[in-house]
């Protein structure tokens, strides 16, 4: 009988579904959209639905099952990863509505606030007044997206009996909730999302003061981790599928459901150990080891990008989430560094411009994609202007890329965008351009976290990609000869993440091969560096030319962080 592994994926539009065999081998694949609800009078809002997006859980798995002709007795476990949203229930599992409005608080749908949500921003500033330990694990400063503001946000919003009936959870921990009728935590989500301090556990102190005393006074049962019972990546979760939702998803009762991860960890559990390929296509003979991974930076780029890399010890670096102790290895510490929305960027740089209609209908004329046109205007305007990179055709014009708030390394929601360079060109040219000056501004960003992680005590010396953006190759090429190490392109860029939560499913089904917490750490890595498919290696090969102008660039980059907030604080202080 053969053994497949299945890896759910709940991203910020989509639920997708994978079938995995031990050796890595992705034998199906299915999609499905799920819906995130808008406020047209309040942008700071997305809501989603756990009713929306089980439902699309239940049909992708089945969908992969009838396309790989699988019995369900041939799965052998289950491994979900999903955006770190806030997702809330009743104490039997109903949803609760988040909208805040007269249903705020009810049963109903609509009961997730989104990762991208800000309507926290008062919340987040209060915590951060308050001096609390917490606060050293989260790079100084707690994030409006984390989960603790947004419970806050609901507790001074809702009414108090309502408030009282709920139960919260990170979007991942929910996934296996719902799969298993067991409500324990991951390690990944309270420790990353919701103020778990590593060793030490919750901090009674801390949430007496902001306001969440009854937390403390129901010994967390509203949050889950009471007495440190929580679990690392991928152990079993109580006695797996549940018979009810066994039957929703069309496999066995029982089967293994692994300990959830974030989005971004699955990302770095798909590509860290991978082995390498040349320009030549061979193989490297070198196997990485758990060790080596401390020196692999996990790239996680999609609607927004996740920098996540793993340590021996903690580590601290202000505007850097973590140290995370125990977030995926037993011992081992994570930091997470981030972008908000480079991939929303993007697309809305490029959407909003006045020739974006050309564009279009360039790209249907030409049969290809908006991305492949602008490479060859670009292209064009080099060959037109006699330089030799890209870089040389925006030399005079400077991007900061923050239009929805720095996340790392400044941990400032109030960062915006700034344009330098402007001018009296609306054409297709312009478009490019500016394209390819966003691609820059995101390296250059992806460099600052780089160097302030590497500053405090981390020793990254190559990026692994995954996600969308990384099919993007001038994108990774100039996050290679900005950041100057070399970038590791997956097999797949899109399957990397979904491969990351089958390794939790196949974990979850071999955990029980040792109790030692380093034998499981040792049976986890030796399932990654057998599942995790060949990267190919993009080196750096800026020209002397290229790298001047990327080190100009990089210092007007950091020089503009110091004039947006000085320009900031004048404003501030003129309005008094």
Known sequence: MSSYYIGIDVGTGSVRAGLVKPDGTIVASSTEATQTWRNPSDHRI?????????????????????????????????????????????????????????????????????????????????????????????????????????????????????????????????????????????????????????????????????????????????????????????????????????????????????????????????????????????????????????????????????????????????????????????????????????????????????????????????????????????????????VDTFTELTADMHFYPDLHGNRSPIADARMRGALVGLTLDDGLGDLARKFNLTLEAIALQTRHIVDEMNAKGHDIQSLYMSGGQAKNIPLMTLFANTCKIPVVLPANSGAAVVLGAAMLGRFAAEAQKTTDAQGQANVLWDIMVGMTPAGTVIAPSATAKESKLLEAKYKIFRETIEIQKRWRQEMANAAR
């Not at 960027?345 to 790209?363: K, S, V």
Request: hydrophobic share 40%; glycine share 10%; net charge negative.
């Open 46 to 386: 997305f809501e989603q639905s756990t009713t929306d997006i089980w439902n699309g859980i239940r049909k992708t798995i089945k969908a992969v099952l009838a396309e790989a002709n699988v019995p369900p007795s041939e799965v052998k476990g289950l491994g979900f990863d999903a955006t770190c949203s806030l997702a809330v229930t009743d104490m039997n599992g109903e949803p609760v509505v988040v909208t805040g409005d007269d249903k705020l608080g009810s049963i109903g749908e609509r009961n997730i606030i989104l990762w991208a949500d800000h309507r926290a921003e008062s919340e987040a500033d209060f915590i951060n007044k308050s001096g609390s330990k917490v606060l050293e694990y989260v790079g100084g400063v707690m994030s409006l997206e984390m989960e603790i503001p947004k419970i806050l946000w609901l507790k001074r919003h809702m009414q108090p009996e309502h408030f009282a009936r709920c139960q919260f959870f990170d979007l991942p921990d929910f996934l296996t909730y719902k799969a298993t009728g067991d409500n324990v935590r991951s390690t990944c989500s309270l420790t990353c999302k919701c103020s778990f301090v590593p060793v030490d556990g919750w901090q009674s102190e801390f949430f007496n003061h902001i306001g969440l005393q009854q937390f403390v006074e129901n010994r967390y049962e509203q949050i889950g981790g009471a007495d440190g019972h929580i679990l690392t990546a991928g152990l079993p979760v109580g006695a797996g599928l549940s018979k009810a939702s066994a039957a929703e998803l069309g496999l066995l009762e029982g089967t293994p459901v692994g300990s959830g991860v974030i989005d971004a960890y699955a990302g770095w559990l798909g590509t860290v150990a991978a082995r390498h390929k040349g320009k030549d296509n061979q193989l490297s003979s070198f196997v990485p080891t758990l060790d080596d991974s401390k020196h692999c930076l996990a790239a996680v780029a999609g609607t927004s990008t996740c920098h996540i890399v793993q340590s021996a010890k903690g580590i601290f670096v202000n505007g850097v989430w973590g140290p995370y102790k125990d977030a995926v290895f037993p011992g081992w510490w994570m930091n997470e560094g981030g972008q908000s929305v480079t991939g929303q960027l993007i697309d809305f740089m490029t959407r909003t411009h006045p020739a974006y209609g050309q564009l279009q209908e360039l790209a249907k004329e030409q049969n290809t994609n908006i991305h492949e046109v602008l490479h060859d205007e670009l292209e064009k305007l080099r060959i037109q202007n006699k």
